[in-house]
């Protein structure tokens, strides 16, 4: 029996600074809740990357948050799953005395071309786990506004087919188009549960 217990405030730094040299996001984090406590609890990783404009610092955090269920991770367990949000990840600007105490050259993303090259690159690399590689997954329309999105622990071709299967999107006929449908199986749902007996008697009711 597992004797852990699920923490929503768990919270580590996976990077206590990024630096414009990041090519390969791969982390051990021996105190991760395993995967039958998270799914016992409904929680989901979630890795931020975070801006502190004082320290004038980007960091990426890993937390569990609470899952929200949609069509398109419905049928895949919340381990295989992450959340990924860049929606705190902002450009950085230094004052002349910050730039004068610097102790060596700062090698952090500064500028919104930068920091959109780190996101790119990290979102195409994936990000590992505990040796387990999450690969981007997909977003509904109102992650695409906040900079977030799901990751899934599969290969880019086994997600690509599994997207596919959910739909016919071979008559989009452009790439937006397509985006926006795929999006609205990202979007939050919650499943109804159907009494046939009461769904009959009140179809066929007079």
Same mark, same amino acid.
Request: glycine content about 2%; hydrophobic content about 35%; charged content about 30%.
């Given at each position: 029996?597992?004797?852990? !217990?699920?923490? !929503?405030?768990?919270?580590?730094?996976?990077?206590?600074?990024?630096?414009?040299? =990041?090519?390969?996001? =791969?982390?051990?984090?021996?105190i991760l809740p395993s995967p039958s406590v998270l799914a016992k609890?409904?929680?989901? !990783?979630?890795i931020s990357v975070q801006t502190g404009l004082k320290e004038c610092t980007h960091s990426m955090i890993l937390k569990v948050q609470p899952n929200t269920p949609n069509r398109a991770i419905a049928s895949h367990p919340t381990d295989r799953l992450m959340l990924f949000s860049l929606e705190a990840f902002k450009p950085l600007t230094f004052s002349t005395t910050a730039k004068e105490q610097q102790a060596a050259? =700062?090698?952090?993303?500064?500028?919104?071309?930068?920091?959109? =090259?780190y996101r790119i690159r990290c979102l195409r690399a994936g990000l590992i786990l505990n040796g387990v590689h999450y690969n981007f997954h997909g977003h509904s329309n109102t992650q695409l506004k906040s900079r977030s999105c799901f990751l899934m622990a599969a290969t880019r071709e086994e997600i690509s087919r599994q997207i596919e299967s959910m739909g016919d999107f071979t008559k989009m006929k452009t790439v937006g188009k397509k985006a926006k449908q795929i999006g609205l199986l990202f979007s939050w749902s919650k499943t109804a549960m159907i009494d046939p007996d009461r769904y009959v008697a009140n179809y066929f009711s007079p």
């Open positions: 029996m597992d004797s852990q !217990k699920a923490d !929503k405030g768990f919270h580590y730094t996976l990077l206590p600074i990024l630096s414009r040299d =990041d090519h390969v996001w =791969d982390f051990q984090v021996p609890a409904n929680l989901i !990783k979630a050259p =700062d090698l952090q993303p500064r500028t919104r071309q930068e920091l959109s =090259d």
